[in-house]
């Protein structure tokens, strides 16, 4: 006897597919399932990111995250506590604790599970399909401070809050 659950069907994506992005102009992330695909249960990206262009530390007000590093080395603050991964392990990041990830080698590559779904979409709006199933070339200049503001603004929608260093003169 087979149940199916409403909205649920089979399904497969390979990464390095169609739904690889190049987000923000720094990581290259593929969403292998996705609110859609889940009933809004979760979903799981590929992330490929370099060496200082993690987020600032931010809490979120309605997801969970788990990381499961595939290459590199990070460090995670999360709360209080400091978490250090490498290969192999798995952190777990619940909602309404401010954390960071930060990778400590050149490049990482890590599974991520946010539950629920959702968040996804706020990604995808500061995203453009990837060209090639690789990072996308360095910026050749520095951010820039309104577009980080745009960005950040597309997360708070989604109940992110970001706690950003002062402007001081």
Excluded: C
């Excluded at 209080?80 to 290969?87: D, F, K, L, N, R």
């Amino acid at each position: 006897m087979t149940i199916e659950r409403k909205g649920a069907r089979p399904y497969s994506r390979r990464l390095g597919g169609e739904e690889s992005y190049w987000t923000m102009g720094v990581y290259l992330m593929t969403w292998l399932a996705e609110g859609k695909d889940t009933n809004g249960q979760f979903s799981l990206v590929e992330v490929v990111a370099r060496k200082g262009t993690e987020p600032p530390p931010h809490t979120h007000s309605r997801e969970d995250e788990a990381y499961y590093i595939l290459e590199g080395e990070m460090t995670f603050q999360v709360g209080e506590q400091t978490i250090e991964a490498g290969p192999g392990d798995y952190v777990w990041l619940p909602r309404g604790i401010q954390h960071v990830p930060i990778a400590k080698t050149p490049e990482i590559r890590v599974l991520a599970v946010i539950t629920p779904a959702g968040l996804e979409e706020a990604f995808k709006q500061v995203s453009e399909p990837a060209r090639a199933p690789t990072l996308p070339p360095p910026p050749e200049e520095p951010p820039d401070m309104e577009q980080m503001r745009q960005v950040l603004a597309v997360f708070e929608a989604y109940g992110a809050e970001f706690a950003l260093p002062s402007q001081q003169e």
